[in-house]
């Protein structure tokens, strides 16, 4: 390599990098520029690391004569969905990564003749760690649950991380963050230029990872491992920091023709920058890659000596022994058990499929306990389906067994059954959501374990006391989905108009939020769901746009808003009905859900057809009125006072001694003169007294 040349390379980087283009598949040059901007002193180190190859390379030599065995760890960031991927679908992608680099990939001797004396060899061996920094039994893949494998960048590396000096940290996900647009498979760091140890590595959208399970097979997906790579050990791009098609650019390796890049394409006569492009090479876009150069074989040997990045301590004999990759090193490890429901509530009757997922070590026995309290299921399958007839919360425990030992985990409640019987009320329904609904109430949230986010119980915040529902939305990834459902409802005594009101406060953090609320409805136990209402942010602002976390401070900034009509109408008459509320975050701010009122308007007449009417005193009544009773056995009572068109407007509960007493219910000064209806529900009885306030 001239110095020329190298001091051009230097010039490039430094001046010229434009945004990429959303065919590039690869963030790596994106995110080394931004390490640069945050801290030039890195930019400085890289052109140091530069200037040490060109004078050290001659020094080492590539193939399989160097025989550098580089301890791996895999880190699953993932949500339960489908980049949870496979042990297999990892050592697939090693086995990949171990034939690319030693010359042994089968369509290695298939490169065109023009590049087929230049086929390069490094000579590195990949092998998944034995050993975990503790020096813990290990297999070399770690998996951790969270949203951050959802648009991932450097802080769902922030989750797990194994020291770089002893490992190559590879991070698979569900998707990668890019600001320019479009897929990307993955990114790494070249060395030298990560923002801290803790992100140096290379981390991957799963469908590029290996050739098996979520990954398509093709030639392209199964290779950006091997690209990502190959920049981790110091190769840049064939076309350098450019945009792949932007123009021609150097990638400090002799023997690798300037070219524009092949973007996506397999055109093998290409001609860029006045020669032969070599479109099969690793570093490329190609949908044909097979083969590194000797050139960039021999840079990766020499980056791999280089203190840059620690890439140097990687293959020492001492780590090798310290990770438990040392030939002829093995050991059977204990399995760390762990499990998947495909769903969290269900209604009795449902068989819900519950998924072993244990890591750590291969599983040859599965004992299942599941448990309500006072009914208690058990299956030895490995993913075994579970019929629920008794409604309750259930804790669920595995207990799996290898050649390395046995481990066990529970998880209290992490199964909730519901009474596919709808709830013993009749034509009004009204929920302050008070007794925490979600931990110990009827109303189910589904969000992210160990997520910050979702829906949760707030005392502090209401428009009836005691709690609202609030979703907790400050940094919520975009896109994600966050379910409330409720009880289910019995609306067969509701013949006329349904109508559904709620209460809610929302503020807008931007101008550009795009929160959005999604109401529907099911009458089959949530098996199937019909889309009811979609709210934009800017039908949810009940604020102005509100930069720090919204916190609604008086009752003006909460609005009520109602299903009617064609609506709801079609789920008149039906016996078991429940909503759900998906709450979608796009960037907005904290979300508030109080006062959840469903009724059906009927006649007065009707609603008292059948009822023993309540002997209530005064009648008319001003700020307060009794009630005289006759209970037949202790529990508690619900009266509910509602006005002609079925809305509630306000309840009382109330734990109530067998036999004959008096209750004295005092008016809310918020409530107006005019006719109302008041309700008595104890048990399975219903009582109802038409009540006129002044």
């Not at 001239?2 to 598949?25: C, D, G, K, M």
């Not at 479009?182 to 790494?188: K, P």
């Not at 022994?321 to 058990?337: E, H, M």
């Not at 009122?597 to 008319?620: A, H």
Request: glycine content about 8%; some cysteine.
């Amino acid at each position: 390599m001239s110095r020329i040349r190298f001091a051009f390379a230097l010039i490039t980087l430094v001046l010229f990098f434009p945004t990429l283009h959303s065919q590039n598949y690869c963030l790596t040059s994106e995110m080394v520029q931004k390490a640069f901007n945050d801290n030039p002193q890195l930019q400085v180190d890289f052109e140091s690391f530069n200037q040490w190859i060109a004078e050290n390379e001659p020094e080492f030599t590539s193939g399989a004569e160097a025989n550098y065995i580089i301890p791996v760890v895999v880190h699953i960031i993932h949500d339960n969905g489908m980049e949870y991927i496979s042990d297999a679908q990892i050592a697939d992608a090693i086995r990949i990564l171990n034939e690319d680099f030693n010359k042994l990939n089968s369509d290695a001797n298939q490169v065109v003749a023009s590049f087929n004396s230049r086929v390069g060899n490094a000579g590195f061996e990949f092998r998944l760690a034995k050993k975990d920094p503790n020096g813990n039994c290990s297999n070399g893949i770690t998996r951790t649950q969270s949203y951050l494998t959802y648009n991932a960048d450097d802080k769902a590396k922030s989750l797990v991380y194994w020291p770089r000096n002893k490992y190559y940290n590879i991070w698979v996900v569900n998707s990668i963050e890019s600001s320019g647009g479009g897929i990307i498979g993955g990114y790494a760091y070249l060395p030298g230029t990560a923002p801290s140890a803790a992100t140096d590595g290379i981390i991957l959208d799963n469908r590029y990872t290996g050739s098996i399970g979520t990954a398509d097979g093709s030639n392209f997906n199964a290779r950006v491992i091997t690209h990502e790579t190959g920049h981790f050990f110091g190769l840049l791009h064939p076309w350098g920091f450019n945009a792949c098609g932007s123009g021609c650019g150097d990638d400090l390796v002799t023997d690798v023709p300037a070219t524009s890049g092949s973007c996506n394409n397999c055109n093998l006569s290409q001609t860029t920058c006045g020669s032969l492009d070599n479109v099969e090479n690793f570093m490329d876009y190609a949908l044909c890659s097979k083969m590194f150069t000797t050139g960039q074989a021999s840079r990766m040997n020499t980056a791999i000596n280089a203190s840059s990045g620690q890439r140097n301590s990687l293959w020492q004999s001492a780590n090798l022994i310290a990770t438990g990759t040392q030939t002829g090193f093995n050991q059977n490890c204990a399995p760390i058990a762990d499990f998947y429901a495909d769903k969290t509530t269900a209604c009795t009757g449902s068989a819900l499929l519950l998924t072993d997922r244990t890591s750590n070590a291969t599983p040859t026995s599965w004992s299942w306990s599941i448990s309500n309290g006072t009914q208690t299921l058990t299956s030895t399958d490995q993913n075994p389906y579970i019929t629920f007839n008794s409604p309750g919360d259930y804790s669920v425990t595995l207990t799996v067994g290898s050649a390395g030992g046995t481990n066990s985990v529970t998880r209290q409640k992490a199964i909730r059954i519901v009474d596919v019987n709808a709830d013993d009320q009749n034509w009004v329904y009204f929920d302050t959501f008070n007794n925490n609904p979600l931990n110990f109430g009827r109303w189910t949230a589904t969000s992210t374990p160990n997520s910050p986010f979702g829906w949760e119980s707030s005392s502090q915040v209401f428009y009836t006391w005691p709690n609202s529902l609030k979703v907790n939305n400050n940094g919520s990834p975009l896109g994600k989905r966050y379910t409330l459902i409720s009880p289910s409802y019995d609306f067969s005594a509701m013949n006329g108009n349904l109508r559904m009101s709620f209460r809610f406060a929302y503020a807008k953090r931007a101008s550009s939020s795009d929160d959005r609320l999604l109401i529907s409805i099911s009458s089959n136990c949530g098996q199937t769901w019909t889309l009811r209402r979609t709210m934009t942010a800017n039908e949810l602002a009940s604020s102005g746009i509100t930069t720090a976390d919204f916190i609604p401070a008086t009752k003006s900034d909460w609005r009520t808003d109602s299903l009617t009509g064609t609506a709801l109408q079609p789920w008149a008459n039906r016996t078991n009905v429940r909503l759900k509320f998906d709450f979608i975050s796009g960037g907005g701010n904290h979300f508030y859900l109080d006062d959840i009122n469903i009724s059906g308007p009927l006649s007065i007449d009707n609603q008292l057809n059948g009822f023993e009417s309540l002997q209530v005193f005064p009648n008319p009544a001003r700020q307060s009125f009794s009630v005289n009773l006759n209970i037949a056995e202790a529990g508690s009572g619900l009266f509910q006072l509602t006005d002609l068109s079925g809305r509630i407007v306000h309840e009382w509960s109330s734990q109530l001694g067998m036999g004959e007493q008096t209750q004295t219910l005092n008016v809310p000064n918020y409530i107006q003169s005019g006719t109302y209806m008041l309700s008595f529900k104890m048990n399975s009885n219903i009582q109802i007294q038409r009540l006129i306030l002044q």
